[in-house]
């Protein structure tokens, strides 16, 4: 660890806005809870074997003691199903999971109010609504596995300063929603020359600035620096599509430039279209490779990075696993079967979000598909018919607008 603590320190020398995501942590209760701290150490996320995964398997049982011991809720839920102790990787699904719905209908913190460092909500406007607050260990620790998961794949720039489109919202003190936020910390990974925000503030909430946001490519291209775009996919292709409508000629931008989305379609669905389909249109347009065209997923109830390879697969990380269920029996599924994605993870103090199944329908594969040995999954959206609103919602709402 001394060699990959001084690389980190001599980034965050290298680039300031590093040193946030790379301080030392300790976890709140070091006594209860030494193998969560062992792990969540880990600064290289796609570590696999067999001492990873007994490493893995003692950190679950020591949060899953913690969340047992602070939340009633979910003591009831591991009572029910046998109070479970997993001693192999195997037996981790028979730890219970919570739906990600019951976060919006419960506030299920593990921690006291007075160890809260930071809230953040799921939605800017109406609808189910999700607010997480975070002790400084929680956050801290997903900070710090999103920039060693970023680092690992090769897309931070210390030293090459450069040009922002943030397809999100524009920083207001008052806004609290998790993809703001999250979206406006990939502006810590290279230095800033320029930033312009596609949903601009206008002090009394966020408009769609599709105009502003096709000026400020054209301004980049002719500039040295690289660009990076991120943001919501929905908001990049429609900026991308402006540009196709007016007859703006495709745009080359300098090497090291790099397109990274998160948040989905949600809300639009009926305007997506396949990540291929995606990559393309930002490739023909903007002139951006394909292997720096890249997708990440999350969610404030698990706030863990997934983010894609060079080949377009959601890795699990070291810190991580992931069961797929069977949508009607929530039975465990093989590799290569669709069904609803759990996440399993001891990094999460603030919450029992430990083992959290999402509404999302996704595919597990085995290792092996590229040069990252470890299981990728894929998402294929959200199930059921009625909209499970989030921030990417009430974006995309803004989007409809136009």
């Known amino acids: 660890m001394t060699t990959a603590i001084s690389a980190d320190a001599d980034l965050a020398r290298r680039l300031p806005t590093l040193a946030k995501y790379f301080r030392p942590l300790t976890v709140p209760a070091p006594m209860e809870l030494p193998h969560v701290q062992e792990l969540c150490d880990r600064d290289d996320p796609f570590q696999s074997g067999e001492d990873t995964d007994s490493l893995f398997v003692a950190a679950m049982r020591e949060i899953n003691a913690w969340h047992v011991a602070r939340s009633p809720l979910y003591r009831a839920a591991w009572e029910k199903a046998g109070s479970p102790v997993p001693r192999r990787t195997r037996e981790l699904d028979a730890l219970p999971f919570l739906h990600v719905n019951l976060f919006k209908r419960h506030a299920l913190g593990s921690v006291p109010d007075a160890d809260v460092a930071l809230r953040l909500t799921s939605s800017g406007t109406g609808g189910e609504r999700t607010e997480i607050g975070f002790d400084a260990w929680s956050i801290g620790s997903a900070q710090r596995m999103d920039a060693w998961t970023l680092k690992a794949l090769g897309l931070i720039d210390p030293d090459r300063p450069a040009n922002y489109l943030v397809c999100g919202y524009e920083p207001d ?186 509404a999302d329908l996704g595919t597990l594969h085995p290792p092996g598909a590229c040069e990252v040995d470890t299981p990728w999954f894929d998402v294929h959206g959200r199930a059921g018919v009625r909209r499970n609103r989030n921030c990417a919602v009430a974006a995309a709402e803004l989007l409809g607008k136009r």
Not at 270 to 292: H, M, N, Q, W, Y
Not at 295 to 305: A, N
């Open 173 to 358: 003190p008052r806004l609290t929603v998790g993809a703001a936020h999250g979206l406006n910390e990939l502006c810590d990974f290279a230095p800033v020359a320029s930033a312009v925000h596609a949903l601009r503030n206008t002090g009394g909430g966020h408009e769609f600035n599709p105009m502003g946001s096709v000026d400020a490519l054209l301004d980049y291209a002719a500039r040295d620096e690289p660009v990076r775009v991120v943001g919501f996919p929905a908001f990049v292709y429609a900026v991308v599509e402006r540009m196709r409508q007016m007859g703006v000629p495709p745009l080359r931008f300098p090497e090291g430039s790099l397109v990274l989305t998160g948040g989905g379609w949600k809300g639009h669905a009926d305007r997506a279209i396949t990540k291929p389909a995606f990559r393309e249109a930002v490739r023909s347009g903007l002139g951006i490779r394909d292997d720096r065209i890249r997708d990440c997923y999350g969610s404030v109830e698990h706030c863990l990075p997934y983010i894609e390879c060079a080949h377009h697969h959601f890795h699990v990380p070291v810190w991580s696993r992931v069961v797929v269920r069977d949508v009607r029996t929530l039975e465990p599924l093989p590799y290569g079967s669709p069904g609803y994605l759990q996440f399993i993870s001891p990094y999460i103090t603030a919450l029992p979000a430990h083992s959290i199944l999402m």
